[in-house]
Structures are given as structure tokens and as C-alpha cells.
């Protein structure tokens, strides 16, 4: 039976395929109406008045609203201020009544009686602004004089935060032979998902309840905020149901205006109502990622231990608070900087700042990336100051696999250890994969011929799971519930299995992994096991998916209810079987007494026995439905080697990868297909960021990256193919030893390619090129004064 590192393929794929799957914009209902919405034009201004009387007289149009006809419901909440410090937040409402802070955000809405009427609709609103001046650089925000977003924040600071010791940290770099300091900037990333977001909502009046349909990565999440915090009702108010969501990549997390918007609407005009966003649209007014201003100083001795590092990151919020934004560049960044390797002492200064841009919060990998990209970029550059090879500096500084569980320094995970590692073993084997001696002997002749190769090293960990809620919570990281999960497995009189859990599938293939973790544990055919999740109506509350936790804290709680199961079969089976309980175990879908196989019972017969009730127990219940609420006592910490190998033409600057490998341990894996469906992934959005994508403002704070006609997401002719292979070191915190693996690519690849790309550069003195490396920006280097620039 074992199906646990089978291969198994997706269960969720034939109705993908063949276009069965229902997403959000396929819904339709009798009598829905459409809304659109009138988005600002400037970075920053008042409203000064709005008048609507032409759109409302336009035929089919069914309602015209502004900011100030929803003054009843509250802003939206910040789930996660960041924590252990004083947080200035500011967060948006469903229509802004009187001033905006970016470009996109919504200051009027049509209803009518369809998409076009509604868009129509939208010229014929006036809107008299007064333009205020803008701020589009998080750094020059803070400067004096730089234009004021929010009079609760003053130097538009949203909050300053540290981690670390910064006297321990200042005495090592001092100590240092070396010290290399250098400004970078991890740029700002629009998710981009294949679907766009959108909502529909019905108001039963009768009942006084809503029905929300939303691409949300969390729909649990999303009601309770929304009815707690928004419209101040009781949960069970509002049913949410995320149908099948085209990627989320982070960005389906929070909660929107839009969606408040709708579902206000929709009480309003007693009418369902659906807004789907354009692509335009989900570029301005959807989350972004990254956007990071970093000044890093890093020290090492002559033989390249490192002695300290100290970062400090002007973080953009943008122009208003998403949900969770403060908590990334802080805790899921700043605690995350000793990555893989034992560094004496780090400290980390991160100022989140507000701007006259688009929102932004986690986006794949959340902070994570950031962190690692730091890292090994750092690690890069004292092996050249130093004149070491790459490889010999981060072996050199790899915490030994006999350290852990490991405390990195300086208390800069606040009490927290990474759980299990090995870190050489992924780095010897990807350099297995490579023949690194013959590379540079490769490298070096084809050099002399004009011809420019470079090989990057990304070695990283990630965290998982983002637990226990006791860690991560208001009294300690700032995040406002737990982060625990739920699952509830239900075994039929006929043997079929239904397991509903709070996790949420966008893509990971969860109904294929949790019913293998359950065929397993109960020794039956996967086929007889069905997963159902995505409505709050029909699952137990849990916090959704993102930050690779389905696996280790989603998938524990299925692990652990199936536990439960099984436990509640043995004492029936040993009412059916006139045995101690003591004396039966359960194998292979049996539970039988020991050393007697033939006197048995199969799970089938239990549960049949069990939900006729006929013959039970004393005091025993009938049916065998179980729920568990896993909180982990600890993340989780995968980690690996990336390795690229770039060819930089000379006399275009375009970089081809002709070869990446990537070598991940993501402890033991449920779905080795799955898992390489998603390392692939991930890998793509990260030489994406290395090569090609960047989110650009204009000093107006106009997003001139707008559409796919300027935002270069890469096609899959621009990307490699990929090598992969594992190594397996078991997490400790769970009983199936996973760990997580969503995001691994993301984080490694990045730093990967742009150090590859350095290397190649070396005959030319460049030391540094900032994201995206477009050939102008290489061929530029290549041919001025190299340097750290």
C-alpha cells in the first residue's frame, strides 16, 4: 500500500485540462449584476468632490456609489503588524471618500446590468482632484523634506524594527580582515497570475447572510476579517468559497477593498454582484512583492570565516497597508539573515516605509528571498576580496550537521532553532552534478577565446510553516490569530474516505498529497479518499496556504486525524474480535491481533460496523469521524544548493543559462512529482526576477510597467531545463519528517543566476549590477569602468 514517495499524478489535473474547472469569472447567476470601478488617476491627491448624476442616467446602469456611501463599515484591518515595536498603520477602505496614496485605488463604483454598461459607465464620472506631491523611493521618503503620506507616521516611517545585537555585531566587523559593504536593491515584483482576482456576493435578506465567492488563497481568513473587523457581524453570518484559483503566489491572501466592496453592494441593491479585475487593473491596485533598499556590511577573516553581518533595508509598504505587509521584510526577512551558515553576530535595522506606490506584502517566498539574495551575495563578495573560490567560503561557514537542532546568533530567530540540516551533502552533490573542476577549466580557455561563462552558487535554507502560534503571534511576532491548521477525516459505512480540511488549493495539488497521507495511514486505495476544501461552510476554520505550510502543518493535521482513526478502529475491533485492545495492531488496512494474522477485521468491516451502531462498545460512539487542530511546536528549515552556468554575449549583453541545477532537501517527500512541479516553478520566478521582471514608477508615481506589454514575464523558450536531485535529512517537529518545498526554488534561484552573471564579468571588473539584469544594464557594465556600483 505505502503511496507515501509515490509519484502519483494530480488528481486535480484532467478537470484543469480539459477546462472543466470552474473559476471565479465562470460563475453565473440569474439576475447578477456587474460593477466596475474608478480607479485614480494620481499618486496623491484629495478628492475634492465627485459627481455622478451622468453615469447613474446611463440605461442599464443600476447604481453609482462613492467612498462616502460606505461610511459605515471600518478600514480594512493589518493582520500583522510587525512586532515588539510601535506600528503607524493605515489601511484602506472599500472606496477611498477623500484622498488617495496610489494610483489604482478606488474612489467610485458602477453597478449595472452588465460588464461593458458598467465599464461605459465609469467616463462619465467626474472627479475634481488636487494633486499633492509624490514619493516613490523608500529611502528618499524618509529624507526631510520628502512629501508626508500619513500624519500618524511621521517620515512616512510605518515602523522601525531590529533584530540582532549591534554592539556584538559592530565589535566583529571590527575584528574582521576584511570588511565589504555595498548597497543593493531587491526590486519590486508584480505576482502576475494567470487569473486575475475578482469576487462575487448574494445577500439573503431573509436570512440576513451573505454567500462570498473570491480567488482567495485563505477563505476562512478572509471571512473572519471581513465580518469581525470590516462589517461587525458574527462569522456565521458569511459563508466563503474560493472555487478553483489560478494562482495565487501570495497575492490571493489578503483582504481587498474590492472584495468588502462587493459584498456591501450586494446588501444594497439586493442583487448578486461579481467584479473581476482587468490585467491593467490587477497591476495597479493588486499587491507587488520584494522592493527592497538594503545597505549590507559583511566581515571575514583571511581564511574566510565570517565574523558579522549587518544589514540594514528600507522596505516599501506603498501608499496604504496590505494585510500581513509589515510582518514580511521584518520577521520573515530579518530573522531569516544567517541562512545556512554560522555567523557570530548579525544585526538587522529595517525601516518600513510608506510611498506613493502600489500595496505590497508576501509574495512567493516572502522575505525569504530578500534574505537569501543578501546572503549569497555577500558571500560572493568576500570570496573575492579575499580571492577564495565561492564554494570554499560557504563550506568554510556551514553550520555542522552535528549542531543541531542550531540557535542561530545573537537570538535573531527569537527563540526558535532551525530543526535538522546537512547542509554539505546538497552542496556535494549539485557539484557532483556540475564536474565544477572541469568548469572552470572550461571556462578559463573559452575565455581566452571572447567567450564569457559564469557559474553561480546559491546555498539557502527557508523557513515553513511560520508556527507555533505562541511564536508568531500578537505577543510575540505581531501576527494577529494562530497559525494552526485543521483537518476532519470521515469514514463512510461503505469504506469511502472524505477528508476536509482548512488548507487551501491553488495549484499545490493537495487533493492528491493528503489523500495519499491518508491512504497510507489507513492502509487503503487513494481512489477511496476524497479531499474537499475551499468553502467555510463545509470545512473546519483553518488559516489557508502560503509560506509552504500545507505540508507540514495542513498536512500533520490530516496525519494526526487519521491517527485518531485508527485508534477509535482498534477499540472496536477489539469489541468485534473479543480481544484486548492492548494486543491488536493495525497493518495494511487490518487491525489484527498480534501473531495472528487471521484473526482480523479490515477497516471496511470496522467502519461499517461503526456507523450502524449495532453492536459498540460501552460509552462508544458511533461513526468514525475525527478532527484534529495541529499547532507545530517549530517551522520547519529546507534547505539546498543552487547552481547556474550563464553565457554572457559580449557584444549584446544577453545572458543565456545553459545549465541549473538544483539540489533540495525538503526532508521526506509525500509526491516526488509534485515537488518537482513545484521547485520548478519556483526556479522560474526566480531567474524571472534575476533576468527579466521589475516594477517601475515614474517620479509622477505612474506605474509604467503596467501590462505585459512592459513587464516582462519570461516565456518558458527564455527559461532552462532543469536538473534536480535531493538529498532527505527528516524534520524532527512532525511525525511524517516533512518539511516544505513551495518556495524553495524562489529563494535559491535568484542570487543563482545574478551571481553566475557576476562571475562571468570578472574579466571586466564588474562586481555588482542591481536586478533585473537586462542586457543594456550588462553590456553598459561591460564596456565602462567595472566596480561595486
Not at 474608478?38 to 456609489?65: C, Q, Y
Not at 536593491?185 to 447572510?209: F, H, K
Amino acid at each position: 500500500m505505502g503511496v507515501l514517495g509515490q509519484s502519483i499524478k494530480r488528481r486535480e489535473d484532467p478537470r484543469l485540462i480539459t477546462g472543466e474547472a470552474k473559476y471565479l469569472d465562470d460563475l453565473q447567476m440569474a439576475g447578477m449584476a456587474h460593477a466596475a470601478i474608478l480607479r485614480s488617476p494620481f499618486a496623491h491627491a484629495k478628492i475634492k468632490s465627485i459627481k455622478t448624476e451622468r453615469a447613474a442616467a446611463l440605461p442599464g446602469v443600476i447604481g453609482v456609489f462613492t467612498g462616502k456611501d460606505f461610511m459605515e463599515l471600518n478600514p480594512l484591518p493589518c493582520a500583522w503588524a510587525a512586532g515588539g515595536v510601535e506600528n503607524h498603520l493605515n489601511t484602506p477602505r472599500c472606496l477611498e471618500p477623500d484622498r488617495v496614496t496610489h494610483t489604482g485605488m478606488g474612489v467610485a463604483v458602477v453597478v449595472a446590468q452588465d460588464r461593458y454598461t458598467a465599464e461605459d459607465a465609469l467616463a462619465l464620472i467626474e472627479v475634481d482632484w488636487e494633486p499633492l506631491p509624490v514619493v516613490t523611493n523608500a529611502k528618499k521618503a524618509t529624507e526631510a523634506g520628502a512629501p508626508q503620506l500619513h500624519e500618524n507616521a511621521p517620515k512616512n516611517i510605518e515602523c522601525e524594527w531590529q533584530c540582532g545585537d549591534a554592539a556584538a555585531t559592530d565589535a566583529a566587523l571590527k575584528s574582521a580582515d576584511v570588511v565589504i559593504k555595498q548597497q543593493i536593491i531587491n526590486q519590486r515584483l508584480i505576482p502576475t497570475a494567470m487569473e486575475p482576482r475578482g469576487c462575487v456576493a448574494r445577500y439573503d435578506s431573509a436570512a440576513d447572510e451573505y454567500t462570498v465567492w473570491a480567488t482567495a488563497q485563505a477563505p476562512h481568513v478572509m471571512r473572519l476579517i471581513t465580518t469581525a473587523f470590516v462589517f461587525g457581524i458574527p462569522e456565521t453570518k458569511m459563508r466563503v468559497i474560493s472555487p478553483q484559483v489560478g494562482g495565487g503566489f501570495g497575492a490571493k491572501i489578503y483582504l481587498y477593498p474590492e472584495y468588502v466592496l462587493v459584498i456591501a453592494l450586494s446588501k444594497k441593491i439586493g442583487r448578486a454582484v461579481k467584479w473581476m479585475e482587468t490585467r491593467r487593473e490587477n497591476y495597479v491596485a493588486t499587491t507587488h512583492g520584494r522592493d527592497h533598499i538594503t545597505e549590507v556590511e559583511i566581515g571575514a577573516k583571511k581564511d574566510g570565516s565570517i565574523t558579522g553581518l549587518r544589514v540594514h533595508t528600507y522596505a516599501n509598504m506603498g501608499g496604504i497597508l496590505s494585510t500581513i505587509a509589515p510582518g514580511i521584510p521584518t520577521t520573515l526577512y530579518g530573522r531569516l539573515l544567517s541562512g545556512p551558515y554560522k555567523i557570530p553576530h548579525i544585526y538587522c535595522h529595517v525601516l518600513n516605509v510608506y510611498t506613493n506606490t502600489g500595496m505590497v506584502d508576501a509574495y512567493r517566498g516572502a522575505g525569504r528571498p530578500e534574505a537569501t539574495y543578501v546572503l549569497e551575495r555577500a558571500m560572493d563578495w568576500v570570496a573575492d576580496a579575499l580571492g577564495m573560490d565561492p564554494v570554499q567560503v560557504r563550506r568554510k561557514n556551514f553550520i555542522p550537521s552535528n549542531e543541531f537542532p542550531y540557535t542561530p546568533a545573537d537570538n535573531i530567530l527569537a527563540g526558535l532553532a532551525y530543526d535538522s540540516g546537512d547542509y554539505t551533502k546538497t552542496l556535494d552533490k549539485a557539484l557532483a552534478m556540475l564536474d565544477y573542476k572541469d568548469f572552470r577549466e572550461e571556462q578559463a580557455a573559452a575565455r581566452k577565446q571572447g567567450k564569457y561563462l559564469g557559474v553561480g552558487f546559491s546555498s539557502y535554507i527557508e523557513l515553513c510553516g511560520v508556527a507555533p502560534s505562541a511564536w508568531i503571534g500578537l505577543p510575540n511576532q505581531g501576527w494577529g490569530a494562530g497559525l494552526w491548521e485543521s483537518a476532519n477525516i470521515r469514514m463512510h459505512l461503505t469504506g469511502k474516505v472524505v477528508v476536509t480540511t482548512g488548507s487551501q488549493s491553488h495549484g499545490q495539488g493537495h487533493e492528491t498529497t493528503m489523500a495519499q497521507i491518508v491512504a497510507d495511514q489507513l492502509g487503503i486505495p487513494v481512489d477511496d479518499v476524497i479531499v474537499q476544501h475551499s468553502d467555510t461552510l463545509g470545512t473546519p476554520f483553518g488559516y489557508g496556504s502560503y509560506g509552504s505550510r500545507s505540508g507540514a502543518v495542513g498536512g500533520i493535521a490530516v496525519y494526526r486525524a487519521a491517527e485518531r482513526i485508527k485508534e477509535k478502529a482498534k477499540r472496536l475491533a477489539a469489541h468485534m474480535l473479543e480481544a484486548n485492545v492492548q494486543d491488536l495492531i493495525y497493518e495494511d488496512g487490518k487491525v489484527m491481533v498480534k501473531g495472528v494474522p487471521a484473526k482480523a477485521k479490515t477497516i471496511q468491516e470496522i467502519a461499517l460496523q461503526s456507523a450502524v451502531g449495532y453492536s459498540l462498545p460501552q460509552g462508544m460512539e458511533p461513526f468514525l469521524d475525527e478532527t484534529s487542530y495541529y499547532d507545530p511546536p517549530n517551522c520547519t528549515y529546507p534547505f539546498g544548493t543552487h547552481i547556474c552556468i550563464v553565457e554572457v554575449d559580449a557584444q549584446t549583453g544577453k545572458t543565456k543559462i545553459l545549465r541549473y541545477i538544483a539540489v533540495d532537501d525538503v526532508g521526506n517527500v509525500i509526491n516526488p512529482m509534485i515537488v518537482d512541479g513545484q521547485v520548478h516553478g519556483g526556479i522560474a520566478q526566480g531567474v524571472a526576477q534575476a533576468l527579466y521582471e521589475g516594477a517601475v514608477y515614474d517620479d509622477n508615481g505612474q506605474l509604467v510597467s503596467g501590462s505585459l506589454m512592459d513587464y516582462a514575464v519570461p516565456t518558458a523558450a527564455m527559461l532552462p531545463s532543469y536538473e534536480t536531485a535531493r538529498t532527505v535529512t527528516p524534520s524532527p517537529v512532525n511525525p511524517l519528517g516533512v518539511k516544505g518545498a513551495g518556495e524553495t526554488g524562489t529563494i535559491a534561484s535568484t542570487p543563482a543566476v545574478v551571481n553566475a552573471v557576476m562571475d562571468a564579468l570578472k574579466p571586466f571588473g564588474v562586481k555588482h549590477i542591481d536586478m533585473p539584469l537586462t542586457p543594456e544594464k550588462v553590456w553598459r557594465a561591460m564596456h565602462t569602468n567595472g566596480g561595486m556600483s
